[in-house]
């Protein structure tokens, strides 16, 4: 495959920087919305070949230059046995983990109930036009923990998932273990089934203090890493929010790190070891500007990647719903555009 994003992953030379969105593929695009008429996100997710499709759809619409898998990062709490549903306001669980006295022997690991998303991967690779990268991901521990603690997706601080963390140090262990575990039979199996690059969402790195982050999730990061790099697949985190935490980060955590808009692209890459990729940083916001004030800020981002190779433009974090599609697609095509090299 030639690929300009497998090719910056890989530290080879491009002739400009590739492009991808996180969420880029359920909630910007009017032919996801027009899908999502008349299917329910489960059903989208667990038929593969809808997955599929709407896994592709960004590619042609956005002329993005890699696909991310459709899915979601609590695949993994709904087979460890945890009831999951996607509502108006977001997912929730059936139990929260933060109700019951020792919540690990809740969890009930059940690894054939994310075959629907091998299947999905394989109708991806049939489907794909030449070339089109395949992301896969799922999400890191601290995150999907926060979400299985607080038993309820959006619109929540999850105070009552970190007070838990807080009051139970030493269930946290077990609980992480248990998610761990299974992320990493959910990892290789992404992988065999033809992945080809790879992303860890962190999205909640910036709930806790960094210190904790680092002696009690950090190791499980590395875990994840290394099983997917040693696989030969190129490995990007993204640890949301976690500010000046980032000098804990080594080249034993990523190949690339996704930065949020807090923290400027210049200042991440002075920090982190040289050998570390950069993918970001776009305030998903600012494209409910209008494109004069979009072009104005992307302009800021000429100067550094004429500098630096190893980056990926990228938002953030993901777009958000009601982003307006046509400044998507001006975002990209300016990106596309520019001379880099
Ligand atoms: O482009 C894509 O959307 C790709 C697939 C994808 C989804 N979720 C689909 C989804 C990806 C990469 C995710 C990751 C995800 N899911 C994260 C990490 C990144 C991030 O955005 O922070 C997190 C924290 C979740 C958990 C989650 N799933 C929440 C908070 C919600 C509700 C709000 C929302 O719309 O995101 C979901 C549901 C979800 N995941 C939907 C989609 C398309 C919406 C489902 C619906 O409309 O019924």
């Given at each position: 495959?030639?690929?300009?994003?497998?090719?910056?992953?890989?530290g080879?030379f491009?002739?400009?920087p590739?492009v991808w969105?996180?969420?880029?593929?359920?909630?910007?695009?009017p032919?996801?919305?027009?899908?999502?008429?008349?299917?329910?996100?489960?059903?989208?997710m667990k038929?593969?070949?809808?997955a599929?499709k709407?896994?592709?759809?960004p590619?042609?619409?956005?002329?993005?230059?890699?696909?991310?898998?459709?899915?979601?990062?609590?695949?993994?709490?709904?087979?460890?046995?945890?009831g999951?549903?996607?509502?108006?306001?977001?997912?929730?669980?059936?139990?929260?983990?933060?109700?019951?006295?020792?919540?690990?022997t809740?969890?009930k690991?059940?690894?054939?109930?994310?075959?629907?998303?091998?299947?999905?991967?394989?109708?991806?690779?049939?489907?794909?036009?030449?070339?089109?990268?395949?992301?896969?991901?799922?999400?890191?521990?601290?995150?999907?923990?926060?979400?299985?603690?607080?038993?309820?997706?959006?619109?929540s601080?999850?105070?009552?998932?970190?007070?838990?963390?807080f009051?139970?140090?030493?269930?946290?262990?077990?609980?992480?273990?248990?998610?761990?575990e299974?992320?990493l039979?959910?990892?290789?199996?992404?992988?065999?089934?033809?992945?080809?690059a790879?992303?860890?969402f962190?999205?909640?790195a910036?709930?806790i203090?960094?210190?904790?982050?680092?002696?009690?999730?950090?190791?499980?990061?590395?875990?994840?890493?290394?099983?997917?790099?040693?696989?030969g697949?190129?490995?990007?985190?993204?640890?949301k929010?976690?500010?000046?935490?980032?000098?804990?980060l080594?080249?034993?955590?990523?190949?690339?790190?996704?930065?949020?808009?807090?923290?400027?692209?210049?200042?991440?890459?002075?920090?982190?070891?040289?050998?570390?990729?950069?993918q970001?940083?776009l305030d998903?916001?600012?494209l409910?500007?209008?494109?004069?004030?979009?072009e104005?800020e992307l302009?800021?981002?000429?100067?550094f990647?004429r500098?630096?190779?190893?980056?990926?433009?990228?938002?953030?974090?993901?777009f958000?719903p009601?982003?307006?599609?046509?400044?998507?697609?001006?975002?990209?095509?300016?990106?596309?555009?520019?001379t880099?090299?």
């Amino acid at each position: 495959m030639t690929s300009l994003f497998l090719d910056t992953l890989k530290g080879k030379f491009t002739s400009r920087p590739p492009v991808w969105y996180m969420r880029q593929a359920g909630r910007v695009l009017p032919s996801y919305l027009k899908i999502k008429e008349k299917y329910s996100f489960w059903q989208l997710m667990k038929e593969p070949e809808l997955a599929a499709k709407v896994t592709l759809l960004p590619v042609d619409d956005l002329g993005v230059d890699a696909a991310i898998l459709f899915s979601d990062i609590l695949v993994i709490p709904y087979a460890l046995g945890m009831g999951l549903d996607f509502t108006d306001r977001g997912p929730v669980f059936e139990k929260p983990l933060k109700n019951f006295g020792n919540p690990v022997t809740r969890l009930k690991p059940e690894p054939e109930k994310l075959g629907y998303i091998y299947d999905a991967i394989e109708q991806v690779k049939k489907a794909r036009t030449a070339n089109t990268p395949l992301i896969g991901f799922c999400g890191a521990p601290l995150t999907v923990l926060s979400f299985m603690l607080q038993g309820l997706g959006s619109r929540s601080d999850f105070s009552d998932a970190v007070k838990w963390m807080f009051s139970h140090r030493e269930k946290l262990p077990a609980l992480i273990d248990a998610v761990t575990e299974l992320t990493l039979v959910y990892v290789k199996n992404q992988i065999k089934h033809g992945i080809d690059a790879f992303q860890l969402f962190e999205t909640n790195a910036g709930l806790i203090p960094n210190e904790f982050y680092r002696q009690v999730f950090l190791p499980s990061v590395e875990k994840i890493a290394t099983v997917v790099r040693d696989a030969g697949i190129p490995f990007i985190f993204f640890p949301k929010g976690i500010g000046s935490g980032l000098q804990m980060l080594g080249p034993q955590h990523a190949d690339f790190i996704s930065v949020d808009w807090l923290t400027p692209l210049e200042r991440a890459r002075n920090i982190l070891d040289t050998s570390i990729g950069l993918q970001g940083n776009l305030d998903p916001r600012l494209l409910f500007a209008d494109k004069k004030n979009i072009e104005t800020e992307l302009k800021n981002y000429l100067n550094f990647g004429r500098k630096y190779q190893n980056w990926i433009f990228n938002l953030g974090h993901g777009f958000l719903p009601g982003t307006p599609f046509e400044n998507a697609r001006f975002v990209t095509d300016w990106i596309k555009e520019q001379t880099w090299r």
